[in-house]
């Protein structure tokens, strides 16, 4: 049953990471496809996040764990200073490339190290193959 939780709440945490990233950097991005991409993204972060926040009463009591009030300002606070000087499309794509690319591995581990039950291994799975889809996505920005 820990692992079940362990696994909701590191994936929750990704997904509002994920959310918290896309909505600091959107504003920065002026390419019209990049954008769009980026909006999609934050859109596929929600539905992980709300398909984790509709299972998680079934394992615990409590709330899925999302990123506290100070990974937010770091996450807010790395993303101006790395685009302090560069903008570009190709800078912006490959700060997104590195986040999903955490995102990705961050997956695969609890996909290949835990015994979760099916149904989140399966939200898990999905979590990682929309990663996956925007490296594809994402990789022709650069």
């Not at 692992?3 to 002026?30: F, H, P, Q, V, W």
């Not at 979760?116 to 979590?127: G, R, S």
């Amino acid at each position: 049953m820990e692992e079940n939780i362990n696994a909701l709440d590191e994936i929750s945490k990704g997904a509002c990471m994920g959310m918290d990233a896309t909505r600091d950097i959107i504003d920065k991005i002026e390419e019209k496809e990049l954008k769009r991409i980026v909006e999609d993204q934050y859109q596929q972060y929600e539905k992980i996040k709300k398909k984790i926040d509709d299972i998680y009463g079934e394992y615990s009591d409590s709330k899925p764990h999302e990123t506290g009030a100070m990974t937010k300002a770091m996450t807010w606070s790395q993303i101006n200073m790395k685009t302090m000087n560069d903008t570009s499309t190709s800078k912006i794509a490959e700060l997104l490339l590195q986040g999903t690319n955490m995102g990705i591995i961050e997956g695969r581990k609890i996909l290949n190290n835990k015994n979760i039950d099916k149904k989140i291994h399966k939200i898990i799975e999905e979590y990682v193959e929309i990663q996956e889809k925007y490296i594809e996505k994402l990789k022709k920005y650069l």
